[in-house]
C-alpha cells in the first residue's frame, strides 16, 4: 500500500473530472492521473478500511501517473503544482462518504491501493450502509 497525505473533496453540489456531481453518499476519491478514473482503491486509516471508486482527478495534478501506477512519490510533496500553485502534499482526496467512513478529523496520512477484482455489490453496501469493508 502507498502511504501518503490526504485530503478531503469537499466541492459538494460540484462536478469531479468524470461528470459525477459531488454527494456525500458515494465513496469516492481523486487521485492525480486522467487513466485512474473508474478504477477501484482500498484506503485505510485509523484502523478502518472501505473501498473507492476514482471520480476525480487530483489533488493539485492531473499526470502524476509515475506515482499513481508506479512506486514514485506523489509529485505534489516536492513543492509547486504543474500550474505553479503552492500544493499541500496531498496525494489523494477523499469524498466525504470516504472521510467519514476513515473516522478522519483532519488532513492526514491515509494507505491505498489498486483493487483488481471489485464486487462493485460491496462498494454499493458501503455507500449504502456505511459499513467499513476489509
Not at 24 to 45: I, N, S
Not at 113 to 134: I, N
Request: with cysteine; charged share 20%.
Amino acid at each position: 500500500m502507498k502511504m501518503v497525505k490526504a485530503t478531503r473533496e469537499g466541492l459538494l453540489g460540484g462536478r469531479t473530472a468524470s461528470g459525477y456531481v459531488v454527494d456525500t453518499v458515494v465513496p469516492f476519491v481523486a487521485l492525480p492521473a486522467w487513466k485512474a478514473l473508474g478504477g477501484f482503491v482500498r484506503v485505510r486509516a485509523n484502523g478502518r478500511t472501505c473501498l473507492a471508486i476514482v471520480l476525480d482527478v487530483g489533488p493539485w495534478n492531473e499526470h502524476d501517473d509515475p506515482y499513481v501506477f508506479g512506486s514514485a512519490r506523489p509529485a505534489a510533496e516536492l513543492g509547486p503544482d504543474t500550474r505553479g500553485r503552492k500544493t499541500n502534499g496531498a496525494g489523494i482526496d477523499l469524498s466525504e462518504k470516504v472521510w467519514s467512513l476513515l473516522g478522519m478529523t483532519n488532513n492526514t496520512m491515509v494507505e491505498w491501493e489498486w483493487v483488481d477484482h471489485v464486487d462493485q455489490t460491496r462498494v454499493v453496501r458501503t455507500a449504502l450502509d456505511g459499513q467499513v469493508t476489509s
